[in-house]
C-alpha cells in the first residue's frame, strides 16, 4: 500500500545532542511537511519542500534542518535540541491537482516521531 | 495573516449529532479542510469544500460558507470511536494548510 513512512517511531535524544528524523513516502508526491505538534495543540508547520524547492516558515528556529535527496526521502535535522523541542514531529505529503497550489485538498501524514529530550 | 477559531471541547452521546463549528479569517481562500487526530496517532484527511455547500462523506459531512467565512463538521450517529480531536485547515494562496488549535470530541455513553 502507498504510504508515509517515519522513522524511528519512538526517539530519545539528550539535550544538545543532534538527532535526525526521517520521512518516507512511496506516493510519489511532489510536497513534503514537516510539522512540530506538541500536546493538545496544532500542527505546526516547520517547512515544507516542492520538489527540491525548500520553504522555510519565518518562525521555524535555526536549530531545525531539513534535506530532500530525492523525491522518496525527507530528513528532519535537529542540531542542538533543547528541552522545549520535546514533541511530535509529523511528515505529511501531498500533489496539488493544479497548478502549483491551486485546488490543493489533501494531506497524507505518516504515524509521526515522538521526540523525548533528556 | 490567517487564523482560525474553533471551540476547544465538545461532549456528545453516543448515538446523538454533533457539530463542530469553524470561522477564519484568510486573504486568496481556496478551500476548508477537516482532519481527524486520534490521540497518540496522526491527522487522517476527513474532507474539503471549495465551494459553498454541504458535502458528505457517510456519518460525516462539512459545510462551507465562503460569504460568511464559515464552515462546519458535522457527525452523526455518534461512535465511541469518534472521540477525537478535530482540526479545520484553510487553504489559501501560495501557502500550505493552516490549521486551527483542534476541537477535542469526546463521545459519552
Known amino acids: 500500500d502507498a504510504m508515509v513512512i517515519q522513522n524511528p517511531r519512538y526517539q530519545v535524544t539528550q539535550f544538545g545532542k543532534p538527532v535526525t528524523l526521517s520521512c518516507s513516502q512511496t506516493?510519489?508526491?511532489?510536497?513534503m511537511y514537516w510539522y512540530q505538534q506538541k500536546s493538545s495543540q496544532a500542527p505546526k508547520l516547520l517547512f515544507h519542500?516542492?520538489?527540491?524547492?525548500?520553504?522555510n516558515e519565518a518562525d521555524t528556529p535555526d536549530n531545525f534542518q531539513s534535506r530532500r535527496p530525492n523525491t522518496s526521502f525527507c530528513f528532519l535535522d535537529i542540531r542542538s535540541p533543547g528541552l522545549g523541542d520535546a514533541a511530535m514531529y509529523l511528515c505529511?505529503?501531498?500533489?496539488?491537482?493544479?497548478?502549483?497550489?491551486?485546488?490543493?485538498?489533501?494531506?497524507?501524514f505518516g504515524p509521526g516521531t515522538r521526540l523525548t529530550v533528556l | 495573516g490567517q487564523s482560525l477559531e474553533q471551540p476547544s471541547e465538545v461532549t456528545a452521546v453516543e448515538g446523538a449529532i454533533v457539530q463542530i463549528n469553524c470561522t477564519y479569517q484568510?486573504?486568496?481562500?481556496?478551500?476548508l479542510s477537516w482532519y481527524q487526530q486520534h490521540d497518540g496517532g496522526a491527522p487522517t484527511f476527513l474532507s474539503y469544500?471549495?465551494?459553498?455547500g454541504l458535502e458528505e462523506t457517510g456519518r460525516f459531512s462539512s459545510f462551507l460558507s465562503r460569504s460568511d467565512s464559515y464552515g462546519y463538521l458535522l457527525l452523526q450517529e455518534l461512535q465511541m470511536k469518534d472521540s477525537a480531536s478535530y482540526f479545520c485547515?484553510?487553504?489559501?494562496?501560495?501557502?500550505?494548510?493552516?490549521f486551527g488549535k483542534g476541537t477535542r470530541l469526546s463521545v459519552i455513553a
Open positions: 519542500y516542492y520538489d527540491k524547492d525548500f520553504n
Open positions: 469544500n471549495a465551494l459553498d
Open positions: 506516493l510519489n508526491h511532489n510536497v
Open positions: 484568510t486573504s486568496g481562500f481556496y478551500g
Open positions: 485547515a484553510v487553504k489559501s494562496g501560495n501557502t500550505p494548510l493552516v
Open positions: 505529511a505529503t501531498s500533489k496539488p491537482t493544479s497548478g502549483r497550489w491551486a485546488l490543493y485538498n489533501e494531506q497524507f
